[in-house]
């Protein structure tokens, strides 16, 4: 039996919400594939672009920002739940990925990363040659 493998099998994994519903965090992630190009979202709010830090290495997506603090001189804070620091998230990318093209763009405390799956690893078609009946002959 063949079995094509996801690129984001290891993800789902490792973030453990295979069929575990909503993960929410410092940056939460949506990841779909559309047309065999791989999208993943993560939300960063409050943060600058340019505090976003995203590379790839040996199949390793990585997105590090930094929140800083909000110092408000003479107030007292009631309450204080937004993170402020360096936040870090990683995503294994499989191999059936193109990690030389990857696309990125900010928007609205919103990254946006792109991959395109390499061309050697989308479905295609295979061209079955006919065979003609060979006879075999014995040795005279």
């Not at 009631?78 to 990857?102: F, I, K, N, Q, Y």
């Amino acid at each position: 039996m063949l079995r094509f493998k996801d690129p984001f099998d290891e993800v789902d994994r490792m973030l453990n919400t295979f069929g575990g519903g909503a993960r929410s965090g410092i940056m939460p992630l949506d990841a779909y594939e559309l047309d065999g190009i791989y999208t993943l979202r993560f939300d960063v709010p409050g943060v600058e672009p340019d505090a976003v830090d995203l590379t790839v290495e040996s199949g390793m997506l990585t997105v590090t920002v930094e929140r800083t603090r909000e110092e408000t001189e003479g107030a007292t804070w009631l309450l204080r739940e937004r993170p402020a620091g360096m936040h870090r998230r990683e995503v294994r990318l499989g191999e059936r990925l193109d990690t030389g093209r990857v696309d990125a763009k900010y928007d609205n405390g919103v990254l946006t990363v792109t991959i395109p799956m390499r061309e050697e690893a989308k479905p295609h078609k295979v061209q079955i040659k006919g065979g003609g009946s060979e006879r075999l002959t014995s040795g005279d």
